[in-house]
Protein backbone atom coordinates (compact mmCIF):
# COMPACT_ATOMS: atom_id res chain seq x y z
CA UNK A 1 0.00 0.00 0.00
CA UNK A 2 2.52 2.33 0.70
CA UNK A 3 4.50 1.74 -2.70
CA UNK A 4 1.14 2.89 -4.36
CA UNK A 5 0.73 6.00 -2.33
CA UNK A 6 4.60 6.86 -3.21
CA UNK A 7 3.68 6.49 -6.74
CA UNK A 8 0.90 8.12 -6.82
CA UNK A 9 2.53 11.32 -5.64
CA UNK A 10 4.83 11.32 -7.64
CA UNK A 11 2.67 11.26 -10.72
CA UNK A 12 0.65 13.59 -8.87
CA UNK A 13 3.98 15.61 -8.59
CA UNK A 14 4.52 15.55 -12.33
CA UNK A 15 0.84 16.19 -13.82
CA UNK A 16 -0.35 19.00 -14.61
CA UNK A 17 -4.11 17.55 -14.72
CA UNK A 18 -6.65 18.35 -11.81
CA UNK A 19 -5.54 16.59 -8.67
CA UNK A 20 -8.83 14.20 -8.96
CA UNK A 21 -7.89 13.13 -12.39
CA UNK A 22 -4.27 12.94 -11.50
CA UNK A 23 -4.65 10.33 -9.33
CA UNK A 24 -7.23 8.59 -11.52
CA UNK A 25 -4.81 8.51 -14.39
CA UNK A 26 -1.93 6.89 -11.55
CA UNK A 27 -4.67 4.22 -10.48
CA UNK A 28 -5.51 3.52 -14.44
CA UNK A 29 -1.61 3.31 -14.63
CA UNK A 30 -1.29 0.97 -11.92
CA UNK A 31 -4.25 -1.19 -13.15
CA UNK A 32 -2.89 -1.66 -16.84
CA UNK A 33 0.73 -1.87 -15.43
CA UNK A 34 -0.41 -5.09 -13.34
CA UNK A 35 0.65 -3.43 -10.03
CA UNK A 36 -2.85 -3.39 -9.09
CA UNK A 37 -4.60 -6.55 -9.45
CA UNK A 38 -8.37 -7.55 -9.53
CA UNK A 39 -10.12 -7.39 -6.10
CA UNK A 40 -7.39 -5.54 -4.26
CA UNK A 41 -8.33 -3.33 -2.10
CA UNK A 42 -6.82 0.46 -2.45
CA UNK A 43 -5.95 2.77 0.21
CA UNK A 44 -8.37 4.25 3.14
CA UNK A 45 -9.73 7.93 1.84
CA UNK A 46 -8.08 9.41 5.31
CA UNK A 47 -4.30 7.33 4.19
CA UNK A 48 -4.59 8.94 0.49
CA UNK A 49 -5.29 12.52 1.97
CA UNK A 50 -2.49 12.41 4.41
CA UNK A 51 0.12 10.77 2.29
CA UNK A 52 -0.65 12.80 -0.92
CA UNK A 53 -1.12 16.36 1.33
CA UNK A 54 -4.87 16.78 -0.12
CA UNK A 55 -7.91 17.42 1.50
CA UNK A 56 -10.71 14.36 2.59
CA UNK A 57 -13.01 15.78 0.01
CA UNK A 58 -10.18 15.48 -3.12
CA UNK A 59 -9.37 12.38 -1.98
CA UNK A 60 -13.17 11.56 -2.21
CA UNK A 61 -13.51 13.04 -5.31
CA UNK A 62 -9.98 11.12 -6.65
CA UNK A 63 -11.94 7.32 -6.27
CA UNK A 64 -15.44 8.44 -7.38
CA UNK A 65 -13.26 9.40 -10.99
CA UNK A 66 -11.95 6.26 -10.78
CA UNK A 67 -15.11 4.75 -10.13
CA UNK A 68 -17.20 6.51 -13.02
CA UNK A 69 -14.52 5.08 -15.32
CA UNK A 70 -15.00 1.47 -14.15
CA UNK A 71 -11.40 1.23 -12.75
CA UNK A 72 -12.99 0.65 -8.80
CA UNK A 73 -16.09 -0.33 -6.51
CA UNK A 74 -16.85 1.13 -3.23
CA UNK A 75 -18.12 -1.12 -1.19
CA UNK A 76 -19.98 0.40 1.73
CA UNK A 77 -18.29 -0.36 5.47
CA UNK A 78 -15.56 -1.94 3.55
CA UNK A 79 -13.48 0.28 1.21
CA UNK A 80 -13.11 0.54 -2.32
CA UNK A 81 -11.62 -2.10 -3.99
CA UNK A 82 -10.47 -2.90 -7.72
CA UNK A 83 -12.96 -4.09 -10.04
CA UNK A 84 -13.48 -7.16 -12.42
CA UNK A 85 -10.82 -8.23 -14.56
CA UNK A 86 -7.62 -5.82 -15.38
CA UNK A 87 -6.64 -6.42 -19.10
CA UNK A 88 -2.94 -6.39 -19.52
CA UNK A 89 -2.61 -6.22 -23.45
CA UNK A 90 -1.55 -2.55 -24.64
CA UNK A 91 -3.90 -2.99 -27.37
CA UNK A 92 -7.14 -2.55 -25.29
CA UNK A 93 -5.59 0.04 -23.24
CA UNK A 94 -8.38 2.46 -23.57
CA UNK A 95 -11.27 0.67 -22.02
CA UNK A 96 -9.64 0.17 -18.82
CA UNK A 97 -8.85 4.51 -18.41
CA UNK A 98 -11.64 6.05 -19.10
CA UNK A 99 -15.65 5.76 -19.83
CA UNK A 100 -16.90 4.08 -22.64
CA UNK A 101 -18.52 6.05 -25.51
CA UNK A 102 -20.94 4.56 -26.79
CA UNK A 103 -21.87 7.23 -29.13
CA UNK A 104 -19.20 6.09 -31.85
CA UNK A 105 -20.68 3.62 -34.23
CA UNK A 106 -17.84 1.55 -33.95
CA UNK A 107 -17.16 -2.68 -34.07
CA UNK A 108 -16.22 -3.98 -31.37
CA UNK A 109 -12.82 -5.32 -30.77
CA UNK A 110 -12.05 -9.10 -30.36
CA UNK A 111 -10.09 -10.33 -27.24
CA UNK A 112 -8.79 -13.73 -29.61
CA UNK A 113 -4.98 -13.60 -29.12
CA UNK A 114 -4.37 -15.15 -32.61
CA UNK A 115 -6.26 -12.85 -34.19
CA UNK A 116 -4.07 -9.98 -32.53
CA UNK A 117 -0.89 -11.90 -33.16
CA UNK A 118 -2.33 -11.86 -37.11
CA UNK A 119 -3.02 -8.42 -37.29
CA UNK A 120 0.56 -7.88 -35.42
CA UNK A 121 2.51 -9.90 -37.75
CA UNK A 122 0.56 -7.90 -40.38
CA UNK A 123 2.06 -4.52 -39.33
CA UNK A 124 5.81 -6.07 -38.92
CA UNK A 125 5.86 -7.28 -42.35
CA UNK A 126 4.50 -4.40 -44.13
CA UNK A 127 8.03 -2.79 -42.46
CA UNK A 128 10.23 -5.54 -43.62
CA UNK A 129 9.09 -5.03 -47.36
CA UNK A 130 11.70 -4.69 -49.62
CA UNK A 131 11.26 -0.50 -50.64
CA UNK A 132 9.91 1.36 -48.28
CA UNK A 133 10.16 4.45 -50.07
CA UNK A 134 7.40 2.98 -52.77
CA UNK A 135 4.84 3.10 -49.82
CA UNK A 136 5.53 7.02 -49.41
CA UNK A 137 5.33 7.84 -52.93
CA UNK A 138 2.46 9.22 -54.42
CA UNK A 139 0.29 6.31 -56.35
CA UNK A 140 -2.24 6.67 -58.75
CA UNK A 141 -5.89 6.71 -57.68
CA UNK A 142 -8.14 3.57 -57.27
CA UNK A 143 -5.26 1.24 -56.25
CA UNK A 144 -2.92 -1.06 -58.41
CA UNK A 145 -4.49 -3.87 -60.47
CA UNK A 146 -3.60 -6.42 -57.16
CA UNK A 147 -5.17 -4.07 -54.77
CA UNK A 148 -8.63 -3.81 -57.30
CA UNK A 149 -8.39 -7.45 -57.48
CA UNK A 150 -8.26 -8.18 -53.49
CA UNK A 151 -11.13 -5.54 -53.29
CA UNK A 152 -13.20 -7.82 -55.50
CA UNK A 153 -12.19 -10.97 -53.76
CA UNK A 154 -13.48 -9.63 -50.30
CA UNK A 155 -16.94 -8.27 -51.94
CA UNK A 156 -17.41 -11.59 -53.81
CA UNK A 157 -20.16 -13.15 -51.86
CA UNK A 158 -22.02 -10.39 -51.85
CA UNK A 159 -21.17 -8.87 -55.48
CA UNK A 160 -20.18 -11.82 -57.60
CA UNK A 161 -18.25 -10.83 -60.79
CA UNK A 162 -17.44 -7.71 -59.99
CA UNK A 163 -15.39 -6.45 -62.36
CA UNK A 164 -11.56 -4.98 -60.83
CA UNK A 165 -11.76 -2.52 -63.89
CA UNK A 166 -14.81 -0.81 -62.29
CA UNK A 167 -13.65 -0.76 -58.69
CA UNK A 168 -11.86 2.09 -57.07
CA UNK A 169 -10.20 1.33 -53.58
CA UNK A 170 -10.33 4.99 -51.95
CA UNK A 171 -9.29 6.67 -48.29
CA UNK A 172 -12.50 5.19 -46.82
CA UNK A 173 -16.19 4.35 -47.59
CA UNK A 174 -16.99 8.32 -46.06
CA UNK A 175 -14.51 9.77 -49.10
CA UNK A 176 -16.24 7.60 -51.66
CA UNK A 177 -19.35 8.83 -50.45
CA UNK A 178 -18.23 12.46 -51.07
CA UNK A 179 -16.56 11.56 -54.31
CA UNK A 180 -19.64 9.61 -55.56
CA UNK A 181 -22.13 12.86 -55.05
CA UNK A 182 -19.60 15.45 -55.88
CA UNK A 183 -19.80 13.90 -59.42
CA UNK A 184 -23.08 13.39 -59.57
CA UNK A 185 -25.28 16.21 -57.98
CA UNK A 186 -24.72 19.72 -58.32
CA UNK A 187 -25.47 22.42 -55.74
CA UNK A 188 -29.70 22.92 -55.45
CA UNK A 189 -29.83 19.10 -56.79
CA UNK A 190 -32.10 16.41 -54.71
CA UNK A 191 -30.61 13.70 -52.94
CA UNK A 192 -33.36 11.02 -51.81
CA UNK A 193 -32.25 9.16 -48.85
CA UNK A 194 -34.62 7.61 -45.46
CA UNK A 195 -35.45 9.95 -43.38
CA UNK A 196 -33.25 8.46 -40.44
CA UNK A 197 -30.00 7.92 -41.93
CA UNK A 198 -26.28 8.22 -41.42
CA UNK A 199 -25.31 11.75 -40.49
CA UNK A 200 -22.40 11.90 -42.74
CA UNK A 201 -24.80 12.33 -45.81
CA UNK A 202 -26.36 15.78 -44.03
CA UNK A 203 -23.04 17.14 -43.88
CA UNK A 204 -21.84 16.17 -47.20
CA UNK A 205 -25.09 17.27 -48.37
CA UNK A 206 -24.64 20.58 -46.68
CA UNK A 207 -21.21 21.10 -47.52
CA UNK A 208 -22.31 20.42 -51.45
CA UNK A 209 -25.47 22.62 -51.11
CA UNK A 210 -27.25 19.08 -52.05
CA UNK A 211 -30.56 19.02 -51.04
CA UNK A 212 -32.12 15.56 -48.99
CA UNK A 213 -34.90 14.71 -49.20
CA UNK A 214 -36.10 12.44 -46.28
CA UNK A 215 -38.39 9.44 -47.31
CA UNK A 216 -40.33 7.33 -44.98
CA UNK A 217 -38.81 4.14 -43.31
CA UNK A 218 -40.19 1.56 -40.91
CA UNK A 219 -38.92 -1.42 -40.05
CA UNK A 220 -37.86 -2.79 -42.96
CA UNK A 221 -36.29 0.49 -44.11
CA UNK A 222 -36.79 3.04 -46.99
CA UNK A 223 -40.43 2.78 -48.55
CA UNK A 224 -40.62 2.06 -52.08
CA UNK A 225 -43.77 3.48 -52.23
CA UNK A 226 -42.81 7.16 -51.27
CA UNK A 227 -39.78 6.63 -52.97
CA UNK A 228 -41.97 6.06 -56.69
CA UNK A 229 -44.18 8.69 -55.38
CA UNK A 230 -41.19 11.52 -55.17
CA UNK A 231 -40.08 9.75 -58.69
CA UNK A 232 -43.46 10.77 -59.89
CA UNK A 233 -43.67 14.12 -58.71
CA UNK A 234 -39.65 15.56 -59.27
CA UNK A 235 -37.45 13.10 -60.17
CA UNK A 236 -34.39 13.17 -57.44
CA UNK A 237 -30.64 13.09 -58.91
CA UNK A 238 -30.03 10.21 -57.08
CA UNK A 239 -31.20 7.49 -53.96
CA UNK A 240 -28.85 6.64 -51.05
CA UNK A 241 -29.60 3.91 -49.33
CA UNK A 242 -28.10 2.12 -46.75
CA UNK A 243 -29.94 -1.51 -47.18
CA UNK A 244 -28.34 -3.76 -44.27
CA UNK A 245 -28.37 -2.42 -40.79
CA UNK A 246 -29.07 1.09 -41.49
CA UNK A 247 -27.24 3.12 -39.21
CA UNK A 248 -28.79 4.25 -37.16
CA UNK A 249 -32.65 1.83 -37.07
CA UNK A 250 -30.91 -1.40 -37.90
CA UNK A 251 -33.73 -1.77 -40.34
CA UNK A 252 -32.70 -4.08 -42.76
CA UNK A 253 -34.39 -3.75 -46.57
CA UNK A 254 -35.98 -7.44 -47.52
CA UNK A 255 -35.39 -8.67 -50.68
CA UNK A 256 -38.73 -7.70 -51.99
CA UNK A 257 -38.02 -4.05 -51.19
CA UNK A 258 -34.86 -4.25 -52.25
CA UNK A 259 -35.78 -5.40 -56.00
CA UNK A 260 -38.74 -2.74 -56.07
CA UNK A 261 -36.08 0.30 -55.22
CA UNK A 262 -34.17 -1.29 -57.89
CA UNK A 263 -37.27 -1.35 -60.53
CA UNK A 264 -38.19 1.88 -59.67
CA UNK A 265 -34.67 3.74 -60.15
CA UNK A 266 -34.74 1.76 -63.38
CA UNK A 267 -38.23 3.13 -64.88
CA UNK A 268 -37.03 6.76 -63.52
CA UNK A 269 -32.75 6.31 -64.26
CA UNK A 270 -32.39 7.19 -61.20
CA UNK A 271 -28.65 6.63 -60.09
CA UNK A 272 -28.54 4.60 -56.78
CA UNK A 273 -25.92 4.68 -54.30
CA UNK A 274 -25.43 2.11 -51.85
CA UNK A 275 -23.91 2.08 -48.70
CA UNK A 276 -23.03 -1.61 -47.45
CA UNK A 277 -20.45 -0.95 -44.46
CA UNK A 278 -22.33 -4.01 -42.42
CA UNK A 279 -22.82 -6.27 -45.85
CA UNK A 280 -20.80 -9.01 -44.73
CA UNK A 281 -22.05 -8.91 -41.20
CA UNK A 282 -25.22 -10.73 -41.18
CA UNK A 283 -25.66 -14.88 -41.27
CA UNK A 284 -28.36 -14.43 -44.09
CA UNK A 285 -27.22 -11.68 -46.76
CA UNK A 286 -29.41 -10.55 -49.00
CA UNK A 287 -28.59 -9.45 -52.42
CA UNK A 288 -27.42 -6.06 -52.90
CA UNK A 289 -29.36 -3.65 -54.79
CA UNK A 290 -25.84 -3.35 -57.11
CA UNK A 291 -26.55 -7.02 -58.08
CA UNK A 292 -30.71 -5.96 -59.04
CA UNK A 293 -29.41 -2.70 -61.00
CA UNK A 294 -26.21 -2.97 -61.70
CA UNK A 295 -26.06 -0.37 -64.07
CA UNK A 296 -27.60 2.32 -62.41
CA UNK A 297 -25.95 1.61 -58.82
CA UNK A 298 -22.76 2.93 -57.36
CA UNK A 299 -21.62 0.06 -54.55
CA UNK A 300 -19.96 1.03 -51.37
CA UNK A 301 -18.27 -0.56 -49.07
CA UNK A 302 -15.24 -0.19 -46.90
CA UNK A 303 -13.33 -2.03 -43.91
CA UNK A 304 -14.08 0.13 -41.13
CA UNK A 305 -17.19 -1.79 -39.62
CA UNK A 306 -15.39 -5.16 -39.95
CA UNK A 307 -11.91 -4.53 -38.73
CA UNK A 308 -11.77 -0.60 -37.62
CA UNK A 309 -11.82 2.52 -38.93
CA UNK A 310 -8.15 3.46 -38.52
CA UNK A 311 -7.67 1.66 -41.19
CA UNK A 312 -9.74 4.26 -43.35
CA UNK A 313 -10.29 2.00 -47.06
CA UNK A 314 -13.46 1.63 -48.42
CA UNK A 315 -14.00 0.07 -52.09
CA UNK A 316 -16.12 1.95 -54.83
CA UNK A 317 -18.01 -0.41 -57.32
CA UNK A 318 -18.93 1.66 -60.48
CA UNK A 319 -21.14 0.67 -63.39
CA UNK A 320 -18.72 1.20 -66.24
CA UNK A 321 -15.17 1.43 -66.92
CA UNK A 322 -16.63 5.33 -67.94
CA UNK A 323 -17.76 6.09 -64.62
CA UNK A 324 -14.52 4.55 -62.75
CA UNK A 325 -12.63 7.05 -64.87
CA UNK A 326 -14.99 10.23 -64.10
CA UNK A 327 -14.69 9.38 -60.44
CA UNK A 328 -11.37 8.53 -60.04
CA UNK A 329 -10.37 11.83 -61.28
CA UNK A 330 -12.88 13.70 -58.72
CA UNK A 331 -11.43 11.64 -56.19
CA UNK A 332 -8.14 12.34 -56.85
CA UNK A 333 -9.03 16.05 -56.66
CA UNK A 334 -10.85 15.63 -53.41
CA UNK A 335 -8.17 13.24 -51.48
CA UNK A 336 -5.05 12.82 -53.99
CA UNK A 337 -5.02 9.15 -53.02
CA UNK A 338 -5.67 6.54 -50.06
CA UNK A 339 -2.63 6.01 -48.03
CA UNK A 340 -0.62 3.19 -49.94
CA UNK A 341 0.52 1.61 -46.78
CA UNK A 342 -2.76 0.96 -45.35
CA UNK A 343 -4.20 -0.34 -48.83
CA UNK A 344 -1.44 -2.66 -48.67
CA UNK A 345 -2.17 -3.99 -45.19
CA UNK A 346 -5.69 -4.48 -46.27
CA UNK A 347 -4.61 -6.31 -49.74
CA UNK A 348 -2.51 -8.75 -47.49
CA UNK A 349 -5.10 -9.12 -45.18
CA UNK A 350 -7.63 -10.13 -47.30
CA UNK A 351 -5.32 -12.34 -49.33
CA UNK A 352 -4.21 -14.28 -46.56
CA UNK A 353 -7.62 -14.45 -44.33
CA UNK A 354 -6.71 -12.46 -41.75
CA UNK A 355 -9.62 -9.98 -42.64
CA UNK A 356 -12.45 -12.84 -42.81
CA UNK A 357 -11.07 -13.95 -39.51
CA UNK A 358 -11.64 -10.50 -37.99
CA UNK A 359 -15.28 -10.18 -39.80
CA UNK A 360 -16.01 -13.72 -38.12
CA UNK A 361 -14.90 -12.61 -34.43
CA UNK A 362 -16.52 -9.40 -34.77
CA UNK A 363 -19.80 -10.86 -35.88
CA UNK A 364 -19.68 -13.53 -32.74
CA UNK A 365 -19.00 -10.68 -30.40
CA UNK A 366 -21.82 -8.75 -31.84
CA UNK A 367 -24.21 -11.56 -31.52
CA UNK A 368 -22.91 -12.16 -27.71
CA UNK A 369 -23.67 -8.19 -27.02
CA UNK A 370 -26.83 -8.40 -28.52
CA UNK A 371 -28.16 -11.75 -26.08
CA UNK A 372 -26.46 -9.81 -23.02
CA UNK A 373 -28.69 -6.61 -24.50
CA UNK A 374 -31.71 -8.80 -24.80
CA UNK A 375 -31.05 -10.15 -20.81
CA UNK A 376 -30.47 -6.83 -19.42
CA UNK A 377 -32.38 -4.78 -21.26
CA UNK A 378 -35.50 -7.16 -21.37
CA UNK A 379 -38.62 -5.19 -21.03
CA UNK A 380 -37.51 -2.35 -22.81
CA UNK A 381 -38.23 -1.59 -26.16
CA UNK A 382 -35.46 -1.06 -28.73
CA UNK A 383 -34.89 -2.23 -32.29
CA UNK A 384 -31.75 -4.01 -33.74
CA UNK A 385 -30.37 -6.71 -35.76
CA UNK A 386 -28.63 -10.23 -34.20
CA UNK A 387 -25.42 -9.33 -35.91
CA UNK A 388 -25.15 -5.59 -35.42
CA UNK A 389 -23.20 -3.68 -33.09
CA UNK A 390 -25.84 -1.08 -32.11
CA UNK A 391 -28.91 -0.26 -31.20
CA UNK A 392 -32.08 2.26 -31.94
CA UNK A 393 -33.65 2.79 -28.60
CA UNK A 394 -37.09 4.74 -28.93
CA UNK A 395 -37.62 7.21 -25.95
CA UNK A 396 -41.38 6.44 -24.05
CA UNK A 397 -43.57 9.13 -24.20
CA UNK A 398 -43.82 11.38 -22.28
CA UNK A 399 -40.21 11.43 -22.01
CA UNK A 400 -37.73 12.96 -24.65
CA UNK A 401 -34.50 12.07 -26.17
CA UNK A 402 -32.73 15.49 -24.60
CA UNK A 403 -33.43 14.00 -21.22
CA UNK A 404 -32.47 10.40 -21.55
CA UNK A 405 -29.10 11.33 -23.53
CA UNK A 406 -28.40 13.82 -20.61
CA UNK A 407 -28.57 11.28 -18.18
CA UNK A 408 -26.74 9.00 -19.47
CA UNK A 409 -24.30 11.44 -20.12
CA UNK A 410 -23.94 12.16 -16.55
CA UNK A 411 -23.01 8.51 -15.70
CA UNK A 412 -20.42 8.52 -18.24
CA UNK A 413 -22.59 7.20 -21.49
CA UNK A 414 -22.15 8.69 -24.28
CA UNK A 415 -25.58 8.68 -26.62
CA UNK A 416 -26.32 9.84 -29.81
CA UNK A 417 -29.45 11.51 -30.53
CA UNK A 418 -31.98 11.31 -33.49
CA UNK A 419 -31.66 14.69 -34.47
CA UNK A 420 -28.02 13.77 -35.88
CA UNK A 421 -29.96 11.05 -38.57
CA UNK A 422 -32.90 12.98 -39.19
CA UNK A 423 -33.01 14.84 -42.65
CA UNK A 424 -36.59 15.99 -41.79
CA UNK A 425 -38.23 17.44 -38.81
CA UNK A 426 -39.56 16.13 -36.21
CA UNK A 427 -36.88 14.24 -35.07
CA UNK A 428 -38.12 10.64 -33.73
CA UNK A 429 -37.86 10.14 -29.75
CA UNK A 430 -35.22 8.28 -29.71
CA UNK A 431 -31.17 7.54 -29.41
CA UNK A 432 -28.31 5.69 -30.96
CA UNK A 433 -26.66 3.15 -28.43
CA UNK A 434 -23.01 1.78 -29.78
CA UNK A 435 -22.20 -1.98 -28.28
CA UNK A 436 -19.04 -2.06 -29.85
CA UNK A 437 -15.57 -0.23 -29.50
CA UNK A 438 -12.57 -0.82 -26.83
CA UNK A 439 -15.41 -1.61 -24.18
CA UNK A 440 -14.79 -5.11 -23.53
CA UNK A 441 -18.19 -7.76 -22.88
CA UNK A 442 -17.97 -6.86 -19.43
CA UNK A 443 -18.16 -2.48 -19.49
CA UNK A 444 -20.74 -3.61 -22.11
CA UNK A 445 -22.78 -4.61 -19.73
CA UNK A 446 -22.44 -2.61 -16.76
CA UNK A 447 -22.92 0.08 -19.28
CA UNK A 448 -26.40 -1.87 -20.32
CA UNK A 449 -27.24 -2.08 -16.80
CA UNK A 450 -26.92 2.10 -16.16
CA UNK A 451 -29.19 2.30 -19.32
CA UNK A 452 -31.72 0.04 -17.98
CA UNK A 453 -31.56 2.02 -15.21
CA UNK A 454 -31.71 5.57 -16.65
CA UNK A 455 -34.70 4.56 -18.22
CA UNK A 456 -36.89 3.07 -15.19
CA UNK A 457 -36.28 5.89 -13.52
CA UNK A 458 -36.52 8.21 -16.19
CA UNK A 459 -38.59 11.57 -15.11
CA UNK A 460 -41.24 13.03 -17.32
CA UNK A 461 -40.77 15.92 -18.93
CA UNK A 462 -43.26 19.03 -19.40
CA UNK A 463 -42.62 18.56 -23.44
CA UNK A 464 -42.78 14.91 -24.31
CA UNK A 465 -42.09 13.89 -27.91
CA UNK A 466 -44.14 11.34 -30.07
CA UNK A 467 -41.65 8.53 -28.28
CA UNK A 468 -41.65 7.22 -31.96
CA UNK A 469 -38.35 5.33 -33.14
CA UNK A 470 -39.07 6.14 -36.45
CA UNK A 471 -40.63 9.57 -38.39
CA UNK A 472 -43.55 7.66 -40.28
CA UNK A 473 -45.35 6.02 -37.60
Same mark, same amino acid.
Given at each position: ?332 ? =?? /?? +????? !?? %? $? &? *????? #? ?38 ? =?? /?? +????? !?? %? $? &? *????? #? ?61
Amino acid at each position: MGNDLSRWAAALADSDRPTYHAIADAIADDIQAGRLRAQQKLPPLRALATALGINFSTAARSYAEAAERGLIDGRPGSGSYVRGEVRSDPVHRASAVGPIDMSMNMPPEPRDPALVARLREGFARLGQQGDLYDLLRYQEFGGSRADREAGAAWMARRLPGADPANILVCPGAHAALLGLMAALLRAGDTLACEAVTYPGIKGIAAHLGIRPVGLPADRDGLDPDAFAALCAAHPPKALYVNPTFNNPTTATLPAERRAAIADIALRYGVPIIEDDPYGCLPRQRLAPIATLAPQLTFYVAGLSKVLGAGLRIGYLVTPNVRYTARLSSTLAT =LS /VM +ANPAM !IQ %L $A &T *RWIED #GTLRAATRAIRAESIARQRLAARVLDGIAYHSQPEAFHLW =LP /VP +APWNR !IE %L $A &T *RLQGH #GIAAVVSDAFAMRAPAPEAVRICLGGAASREDCHRHLEIIHDAIEHLPAMAAGGTGEPFVDF
